[in-house]
């Protein structure tokens, strides 16, 4: 994994580091604490500082100076917080990526967190360490020849708090968390030559270490399952298909299981229905759902969460050869239900459909959430901000719009309806795998609802927001693992103990 930060936990008593990180609010005063670790010039020089730049404090922003004379150290920053009034809102995760976003490769540093007004809870502590983990992860594994030579050095902090073991505590939840997003960031981030159906599944083998239970079936066990649909999609593709079965035993024997369920196409150059070669090199990020399920079950596991849970992931290639699927074949899903295959782009429906049939079939979960990069419209509908939300659930609609909220990873609801459920049916077979441009995410959605069953289920379309990130505060990276928060977040709030 490319984690480049090393992080310390030490108490407030000492400054070690080159640089120095300290918070100061509008007021632009440190905590009194500052002083006596970072000398007495150092508010001063700030203040000084600041007017030149002006720096006023803001959330956010930052500032760095010269140490004042007579410092061990040699340079001072100074991160903003802004507003005492808005210090409740204050979201520690974007504070530690606006910090490593200042620290420099080779130099190491201090980061004082005490605020003016106050202590620092733990768990804010681990926020702030999460956010430093996140910014600092970058994906280099390719690039033989670095300009700057430091820019590959490690990240270096000792983050000093008042109660370092309450604090290393609290980090370890936050460590296995950044674990699985780092994860999920690098299966994105993977060329599809590397990453194919069958490294994928030893990649997630690997989290047998953490205790996770994994299963891979390959072509052959799928033909004998019934997984048709699925299956269609890879025989155009010299790679063999494979499904992942990740089970995290947490919870008592017979706890229910929560479900999730992950689009892992590999590559998607759409099959016979050739995608145009613009940015076809984008496609290699078309398995982020089955990353982020992956990544998930790393933290749940990581993090030892109380929960049963299944990861289920479907991996294929969609190539087009002699061999490949066409637009007009019928093919019969693990349903039973048959599918006249109309556009062979419309790919992850037919993964998704005989995954979901399997997890619900197989496992009777109290929910089964997927997550897929399945269609061009939701970016035409919600951009870059927001993954659509699907679900015949109010509950699971409320309680993953809540999580969003709180992660920062949102999601927003579509419909579902009978109307557009019309709108797949076939001429020729029960439904039709695309119905054109219009309600494209819907109509997707529609698909998927037909393979579910009586069982609560929401579908994430992450075409928007699992690849292709824009830089954020705590995302430097083109795959920004999104989702693994979110859902994290989902089970600690609801489904543990
Ligand atoms: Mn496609
Ligand atoms: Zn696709």
Request: with cysteine; hydrophobic share 45%; aromatic share 6%.
């Amino acid at each position: 994994m490319s984690q480049r930060l090393k992080l310390e936990i030490k108490a407030l008593d000492g400054v070690e580091g080159r640089d120095l990180v300290i918070f100061v609010g509008e007021g632009l005063v440190p905590a009194r604490i500052v002083s006596d670790l970072a000398g007495e010039g150092a508010a001063a020089l700030v203040a000084r500082a600041a007017a030149a730049e002006n720096f006023k404090g803001k959330a956010l922003s930052a500032l760095a100076v010269p140490a004042p004379d007579g410092a061990d150290y040699g340079r001072l920053i100074a991160v903003g917080i802004g507003a005492d009034a808005e210090r409740a809102e204050l979201d520690f995760v974007k504070l530690g990526g606006a910090v490593a976003g200042r620290l420099s490769p080779g130099r190491e540093a201090d980061i004082l967190l005490v605020l003016p007004d106050g202590a620092v809870e733990p768990a804010q502590a681990a926020d702030l360490a999460l956010g430093l983990i996140l910014r600092s992860y970058r994906f280099d594994r390719y690039k033989t020849k670095t300009k700057d030579k430091d820019a590959a050095d490690p990240l270096k902090a000792t983050l000093r708090v008042e109660s370092p073991g309450a604090v290393k505590k609290a980090i370890k939840r936050a460590d296995a968390v950044a674990a699985g997003v780092l994860l999920a960031r690098e299966l994105v981030n993977e060329p599809p030559n590397v990453l194919y159906p069958e490294e994928f599944a030893e990649r997630a083998q690997k989290l047998e270490k953490l205790g996770v239970e994994v299963e891979v079936l390959g072509e052959k066990e799928l033909r004998k399952i019934g997984m048709r649909a699925l299956l269609g999609v890879g025989q155009g593709s010299r790679r063999e298909s494979r499904v992942v079965v990740m089970r995290w035993n947490g919870a008592g024997k017979h706890d229910e299981p929560v479900a999730f369920v992950g689009k892992g196409v590999t590559f998607d150059t759409g099959g016979i229905s050739l995608k145009p070669g613009a940015g076809m090199e984008d496609m290699k990020g078309d398995m982020a759902g089955a990353a982020c399920v992956t990544g998930l079950m790393m933290a749940l596991a990581g993090r030892k969460a109380k929960v049963n849970a299944i990861g289920v992931i479907g991996l294929v290639e969609n190539m087009p050869d002699g061999n490949a699927q066409r637009p007009g074949d019928i093919v019969e899903s693990l349903s039973g239900q048959t599918i006249e295959i109309i556009n062979t782009d419309a790919e992850g429906r037919l993964v998704l459909a005989d995954v979901l049939w399997y997890t619900q079939d197989r496992f009777k979960p109290r929910f089964m959430i997927d997550l897929a990069t399945l269609t061009g419209a939701i970016l035409v509908a919600l951009a870059q901000e927001h993954a659509g939300l699907f679900t015949n659930s109010n509950e699971l609609s409320e309680r993953l719009s809540a999580a969003g909220t709180a992660t920062g990873e949102t999601v927003w609801r579509m419909p579902l309806g009978k109307a557009y459920d019309k709108m797949i049916d076939s001429r020729f077979a029960d439904m039709k795998n695309s119905a054109g441009r219009h309600a494209g995410s819907i109509t997707a959605a529609q698909f998927l609802q037909r393979h579910v069953g009586e069982t609560p289920w929401a579908h994430l379309d992450i075409a928007g927001t699992g690849m292709g990130a824009k830089d954020s505060e705590i995302n430097r990276s083109w795959g920004p693992g999104w989702g693994v928060r979110l859902l994290d977040r989902l089970v600690a709030d609801h489904y543990e103990g």
